[in-house]
Structures are given as structure tokens and as C-alpha cells.
């Protein structure tokens, strides 16, 4: 099993831009989370989908974040336009119904200049 | 609402030495507690659980109990080593999804 996949795993922008972290969840979960690190705020759980659909999206910052998922093995995290405060790392886990197990994915550490 | 609280970090330790991470939580209902932790670069993974009252999850020599009259669910281990060193995280799941911790830095020196 690989898994939890995200891509990248680094990425440096400059404030403004538009920024795509990618998330492959275990093949067979079916609930997949985005949550995102910081020093100040720790973890914070910013969206998850259950099937492919958002079940609870209240953690996700302002209108200028979006997540989507379009089947069951990818999920895309969108920042449009980015900021310095998004400088963080955004992990992606993923679930299998009520097992009690989620598994994360490596991080994607995001820095905006 | 549902929130946890640990202990301040970061914490210092030589070889061998008891460790004690003082975790306590908010919530409704009766959630589940975990403790997850998270090598250097690397992402979060589960070291224990506890489903509930009064079990004890116990995980390559960490244990912690789930006690329901203090709210709490400390994790200790004996004789920490250098591999121990980490950041550790205090969560609970109410339904579907984890609430973390602050995290705890856990250095252990030779």
C-alpha cells in the first residue's frame, strides 16, 4: 500500500498566485481531510469529504480557499490569491469508515514570498 | 464544543528518563482519544488509542488511560530514548474527524 500521496511536497510562490496541492487518498477510504499546520495555530482541520462530497468545510480560512474532489482516489486544496499567512504545511489524510484510523500523507510545505 | 489542551513544550529529556505529556480534552458525548506523532519531516501517524473509559492504549512502550472523571489521558513511557524524539499530539474524535492538540516537542538527549 502506498499510502497517502500529496504533490508537491515543497512549493515556493510569490504572493498573488494561485496555488493547487493534490491529494491521493488509500485506495478503498472512503473520508479524506485536509488539515494545516502552523506554529501559531498548530492543526486545524480545514475541510473533509465523505464519498467525494463535503461533509464539513467551516475550517476552511475565506473565499479564497477551495477544495475539491473529484473521484475517489484525488482531491485538489486551491489558494487563489495567495498570501504570506498561508505559508504552512497542509496535510491530507484519509479514512475508512468508522475504523477510527486515518492515515496521513507527508505534507506539502507551502511558502509565500 | 470539543477542544484538547496539552502540555507546553518543548520538553527535555535525557536517556532513560520518565516521561510524563499531561493531556486534557473538552467535549461532548463520549469521543475517542488518540495520540499521534509526528517525526521530523515526515507526517502524522497513530502511536495510540483509547475508545473508552478507563482503557489503557499502550504502543512500543507509551501507554495512556482514558479517564473520564478528570477529562484527561496523559501519555507516559518509562525509559524514553533518543529515537523518541518527536513531536507528540493529543487528539479526539467525536464522530469522523480528529481535533488536535497544540502538539508537545519531545527532545531526548544521549
Known amino acids: 500500500d502506498a499510502g497517502v500521496i500529496q504533490s508537491p511536497r515543497h512549493e515556493v510562490t510569490e504572493m498573488g498566485q494561485e496555488v493547487t496541492l493534490r491529494c491521493k487518498p488509500i485506495?478503498?477510504?472512503?473520508?479524506l481531510f485536509w488539515y494545516r499546520q502552523t506554529m501559531m495555530r498548530g492543526l486545524e482541520l480545514l475541510i473533509y469529504?465523505?464519498?467525494?462530497?463535503?461533509?464539513?468545510d467551516s475550517g476552511m480560512p475565506e473565499d479564497r480557499f477551495s477544495a475539491k474532489m473529484p473521484n475517489a482516489s484525488f482531491s485538489t486544496l486551491k489558494i487563489q490569491p495567495s498570501e504570506p499567512r498561508d505559508s504552512a504545511v497542509y496535510f491530507c489524510?484519509?479514512?475508512?469508515?468508522?475504523?477510527?484510523?486515518?492515515?496521513f500523507g507527508p505534507g506539502t510545505r507551502l511558502t509565500v514570498l | 464544543g470539543n477542544s484538547v489542551t496539552q502540555m507546553e513544550g518543548p520538553v527535555t529529556l535525557s536517556e532513560e528518563a520518565f516521561l510524563t505529556i499531561n493531556c486534557t480534552y473538552t467535549?461532548?458525548?463520549?469521543?475517542?482519544l488518540f495520540w499521534y506523532v509526528q517525526y521530523p519531516g515526515e507526517g502524522l501517524q497513530l502511536l495510540l488509542k483509547?475508545?473508552?473509559?478507563?482503557d489503557k492504549g499502550s504502543n512500543k512502550g507509551f501507554e495512556a488511560t482514558y479517564r473520564k472523571e478528570t477529562t484527561s489521558f496523559h501519555l507516559e513511557k518509562g525509559s524514553v530514548q533518543v529515537s523518541d524524539s518527536a513531536v507528540y499530539f493529543c487528539?479526539?474524535?467525536?464522530?469522523?474527524?480528529?481535533?488536535f492538540g497544540q502538539g508537545t516537542r519531545l527532545t531526548i538527549n544521549p
Open positions: 489524510a484519509s479514512s475508512r469508515g468508522l475504523s477510527l484510523r486515518w492515515f
Open positions: 485506495s478503498g477510504h472512503d473520508y
Open positions: 469529504f465523505n464519498n467525494n462530497v463535503p461533509i464539513d
Open positions: 467535549a461532548t458525548g463520549y469521543p475517542s
Open positions: 483509547a475508545t473508552k473509559a478507563d
Open positions: 487528539a479526539l474524535s467525536p464522530a469522523q474527524k480528529l481535533v
